[in-house]
């Protein structure tokens, strides 16, 4: 088992396991594969721990507003 863990297959493997991982949570694919070539497994564990980013609501970004919040027309 020493010899798979410390191959560069199992390193890949990890990486792309959790590259899929951080896509499900709206985090960047890239960015985790790299991270996780790095330190692996405790990548794995900061994703799945870490809740996913939660994206701005439109109403503050001066998006879509509700219809019923218009204001009068003068």
Known sequence: MDDYVGSGF???TVALI???LAE???RSRWAWFLISLLVGPIATALIVV???P???SMTRRGGW???EEQEPVP
């Open 65 to 67: 507003k509700d219809p």
């Open 10 to 12: 199992f390193w890949f």
């Open 54 to 56: 939660v994206a701005p």
């Open 24 to 26: 499900q949570k709206n």
């Open 18 to 20: 959790n590259a899929g």
């Open 50 to 52: 870490w809740p996913a």
